[in-house]
T-cell receptor, first 113, second 115 residues
Framework: GAGVSQSPRYKVAKRGQDVALRCDPI?????LFWYQQALGQGPEFLTY????????KSGLPSDRFFAERPEGSVSTLKIQRTQQEDSAVYLC???????????FGPGTRLTVT | AQSVTQLGSHVSVSEGALVLLRCNYS??????LFWYVQYPNQGLQLLLK??????LVKGINGFEAEFKKSETSFHLTKPSAHMSDAAEYFC?????????????FGTGTQLKVEL
């Protein structure tokens, strides 16, 4: 594809519900990142995959957050038992091997009511 | 640990005037530096990057930035602002870790361009 795509673009969840956010990286990009962007803030790192291996999950805020990339392409970020503080834009980025720059998707805006 | 400070959360310039967005970083190892732009309800678009070599880097849409190690700065400039430059700009730093090179972002600067 031409760029990183994310779905859904907008998600409203009631507190306590589980949500799943999808990321389709640029074809052939081995590295995939998830970031969380709170309102008025810069993105903050959540987790990183190289192919299907999750090599860094140091930014996941709690054990309610879980990410996977089982076939080394599409990734899903799952949030269990959502809380109001989870409301944010979730950005996915991918990077090809050997490159420095990351390419970002449009994000999923999650609102927890 | 690495960090980024963007001075001025809001900057306003007149159309045709110089744009200067400030970024200072902290990194204990040689940094890779980036500027991204974000338009409303969109993701981040890479403007330019510094990795090694020439310290003055040119990017898209007429923007450029200069890496100054002695000042730990990477300020973004554009000689003449255009209305379409109105957006939020993020400075980011990473470094080689052998396992990801995750980005650390500043809090962003909202650029307003006035007629």
């Amino acid at each position: 594809g031409a760029g990183v795509s994310q779905s859904p673009r907008y998600k409203v969840a009631k507190r306590g519900q589980d949500v799943a956010l999808r990321c389709d990286p640029i074809s052939g990009h081995v590295s995939l990142f998830w970031y969380q962007q709170a309102l008025g803030q810069g993105p903050e790192f959540l987790t990183y995959f190289q192919n299907e291996a999750q090599l860094d999950k140091s930014g996941l805020p709690s054990d309610r957050f879980f990410a996977e990339r089982p076939e080394g392409s599409v990734s899903t970020l799952k949030i269990q038992r959502t809380q109001q503080e989870d409301s944010a834009v979730y950005l996915c980025a991918s990077r090809r091997g050997g490159a420095y720059e990351q390419y970002f998707g449009p994000g999923t805006r999650l609102t927890v009511t | 640990a690495q960090s980024v400070t963007q001075l001025g959360s809001h900057v306003s310039v007149s159309e045709g005037a110089l744009v200067l967005l400030r970024c200072n970083y902290s990194s204990s190892v040689p940094p890779y530096l980036f500027w991204y732009v974000q338009y409303p309800n969109q993701g981040l678009q890479l403007l330019l990057k510094y990795t090694t070599g020439a310290t003055l880097v040119k990017g898209i849409n007429g923007f450029e930035a200069e890496f100054k190690k002695s000042e730990t700065s990477f300020h973004l400039t554009k000689p003449s602002a255009h209305m379409s430059d109105a957006a939020e700009y993020f400075c980011a730093v990473s470094h080689f870790t052998g396992g990801g090179n995750k980005l650390t972002f500043g809090t962003g600067t909202q650029l307003k361009v006035e007629l």
